[in-house]
């Protein structure tokens, strides 16, 4: 900016003289690519680590060959190190990563200079399920490599991640048959009508769409009959939520968010995390709310990914089954969890159904020489039946009908729903190793552990909801959401190694 300077006696002072700010031009500028970024930048960390590894499984497809007619592909290295670099820049869709490919220097430097299309990067992301697994398990050979995979303790856990889908398209069994044959009444009517206004590139875009709407509404249909084989009377109240799908991804399912009473459509995303450096050594996703059927299945993948099982699994209540407990004892390694005593409830049920204080199954007696229970009111208790169950085993006692018929106690003792038996009791007794479980876990060793369990698995969860954005799937359907899933594992796992061995490497070299 240039200005005069003027007496104070001119009665007519110039105006200021300023440099105009001209932004509707072209210009050329030299631009060296090399140095968009710095030495240090992570984009070069990502590029340098994909570079390490073998990509033949995404090369496989690709059509266009040397001394052959087509357009050369884009190299697979460039497209995973940018996805990884968009996801740790908390950037999920495929536009929004083409379009900073235009301007931003970090991408300008992976691609130089290049332009990708969105279309290829969406397509990318999601068409190759399997070579990304394989991916995911090479990342973790070279992190094992470098010494930041342990094994030796190992923190999972689940979280509840958003369907891409509002709760508008959540729609009913009756209302999805409705939409199904209408849908299937203008794809027959659109083949036999001719419109002339239309092209006929327009036409076969009409048609692909509601045949694709078909396609949605009939897997919306399959999922609830699925859905209604899978209910089990342990989870009744699960299942009246889960009373329709979503007609948009209906592979997604009703599960509760939170710890608050709210329901919505959401994939259980499963993690396992080596506590040595905070790397996710398994990842799975699941379209099942409980959490403790998860729990084998990540033990047998980390297995089958790294060759070694894990020395301690630590996991909080909602894995700690009696099941689990006696598969992971037989598998040599050590559980260590939450227990959920459920004494409190019984009494609750038990109080429901008419039975005093004075009648709960506590204040039965036994007679260990005749393997009996004797009641408050004097009553006899004779073993009718024993049930095995995992870890444990249910006797079930019973009293005549006739002496419970006659005692003066009935109203306090036995249901209203009881009529023609007597007052039963069931107990359980429990499997050694669980036994053995749950005495351990009240040492103050296991209670240090359990605290351990937060700082690493609920820690890695946040970071993927909070560092990468992964609150919500950017894409539908169980495979696709497989696939995203990789995507956000495999950059949690490559800033890790950033933070821990890139960067003071590349700072010693400096």
Known sequence: MTTTTESSADANPRPVRL??????????????????????HPARAIW????????GAFLQPIGSLESSAGRPAFDPQLLISLWVYAYSRGVGSARELSRRCEYEPAFQWLTGLDSVNYHTLSDFRVAHEQALDELFTQVLGVLNAEGLVTLERVAHDGTKIAAKAS??????????????????????????????????????AIQRARTERVSRLELALSEFEKIKGAKRPGYARASKQQTGTSITDPEARIMKQGTGPHYGLNYNVQLST???????????????????????????????RLGVRPKQMIVDAGYCSRQNIIELHTR???????????????????????VAAGFLPSMFEYEQSTDTFRCPAGKLLKQLGVYHRP????????????????????????????????RALVVTREDPIVSQYRARMQTAAAHQLRRLRGQVAEFTNAWIKEKLGLRRFHVRGLSKVRSETMWAVITYNLQQWIRLRWHPRVSVAR
């Open 19 to 40: 440099r105009p700010v001209h932004r509707d031009q072209l210009c050329w500028h030299m631009l060296d690519v090399e140095r968009l970024i710095e030495d240090d």
């Open 48 to 55: 340098e680590f994909v570079g390490r590894l073998d990509l």
């Open 167 to 204: 709760q508008r398209s959540f729609c009913r069994e009756e209302r999805i048959r409705d939409a199904l044959a209408r849908a299937r009444e203008q794809v027959e009517a659109l083949k036999s009508e001719v419109t002339l206004e239309s092209t006929p590139r327009a036409q076969q």
């Open 274 to 304: 080596d506590a040595h450096a905070s790397v996710v050594v398994s990842a799975a996703v699941c379209q099942s709310s409980p959490d403790f059927e998860q729990l084998v299945p990540a033990v047998e993948q980390l297995e089958q």
């Open 332 to 354: 040599g390694i050590d559980m260590v969890g939450s227990w959920s005593y459920t004494d409190g409830r019984v009494n609750q049920r038990f109080a429901k159904a008419g």
């Open 391 to 422: 870890g444990r085993a249910l006797y079930r006692y019973g009293a005549k009908a006739s002496d419970c018929r006659q005692c003066p106690s009935r109203a306090q003792c036995c249901s209203g729903s009881v009529r023609k038996y007597g």
